[in-house]
């Protein structure tokens, strides 16, 4: 349900994004990167995929946000990334950085740290074990699927931002979006997401746009998941399996219209002591 005191609502900042087609840069995940740009393409906005090294910044240049996914990543990726984060922390806009396999493989983790070390990261992205293991928690994750956390997600989530100075957002049956000592829960979505190859890049990708429009990134992160998400819903509700449910979701997303939204909605803010 909507909450009554919500002076902007999430359907606000989708409307936001339709209207003014924000250019979202990503360096991406090759797996999912056709999804993710046809998920920001059917938002309305602008997607941008340029990797080489001797076009990110300029590339930057001409974007509202941009998307690091760590998915596939190589030495000379990584460099393009802090490249192009760089052009972007020159021109203040939103940097989203999907710690994709944190906590898989030695070294993916010390080049999620080296751009978080090196490059202002605005958003941090992940689902609980990537998370945990960016806030120097001992966790595996499996593959890129999250893996048993022990401890209280919230409160590493906001160990994490207090360390990093970022928005932490974690996804899983309720997401968890957390700056300072605000947290945003949502709880939106279906499980069939969880069956889908990409639909976690495509939720960063979702935020990206999002923050390309809106000035409280915590906010737009929560707004972004919960649109998407509901149309996660509604597609699961016209689809008989993954294949079938993926396509749906474009088109839900596409149709998603005020009434649904604010009828669906399950986001809910809580103060926290830090």
């Not at 909507?2 to 606000?12: E, I, N, S, V």
């Not at 602008?46 to 300029?58: F, K, L, N, Q, T």
Request: charged share 20%.
């Amino acid at each position: 349900m909507l909450d009554p005191h919500m002076k902007k609502t999430p359907y606000d900042i989708l409307e936001q994004v339709r209207q003014r087609k924000p250019v979202v840069h990503h360096l991406t995940n090759w797996v999912t990167i056709y999804d993710c740009a046809q998920i920001v393409k059917t938002l309305g906005g602008s997607p941008v995929m340029a990797h080489a090294r001797e076009e990110v910044g300029d590339m930057t240049q001409i974007a509202s946000a941009l998307v690091l996914n760590i998915g596939t990543l190589t030495v000379e990726f990584v460099e393009a990334m802090k490249l192009a984060a760089d052009s972007a922390n020159r021109r203040v806009i939103p940097v989203v950085l999907d710690a994709c396999g944190a906590g898989a493989t030695r070294f993916r983790d010390l080049k999620c740290q080296e751009l978080l070390d090196s490059v202002r990261i605005d958003i941090i992205k992940g689902n609980a074990s990537e998370i945990a293991r960016l806030g120097g928690e001992t966790s595996l994750t499996k593959g890129v699927d999250a893996g048993e956390v022990k401890g209280n997600v919230l409160q590493l989530a906001h160990r994490l931002a207090q360390q990093r100075e970022a928005i932490v957002v974690v996804t899983g049956e309720v997401d968890l979006v957390v700056e300072g000592a605000r947290a945003w829960r949502v709880g939106n979505g279906h499980p069939v997401m969880t069956r889908v190859v990409g639909t976690g890049c495509m939720a960063t990708s979702v935020i990206g746009a999002f923050a390309a429009v809106e000035p409280d990134l915590a906010f737009a992160a929560a707004s972004g998941l919960a649109c998407y998400e509901i149309a996660a819903e509604l597609a699961a509700e016209k689809s008989a399996g993954p294949a079938s449910f993926k396509a749906c979701l474009f088109d839900c997303l596409f149709t998603l219209d005020r009434t649904t939204t604010e009828g669906r909605l399950r986001l809910d803010q809580t103060q926290h002591e830090i």
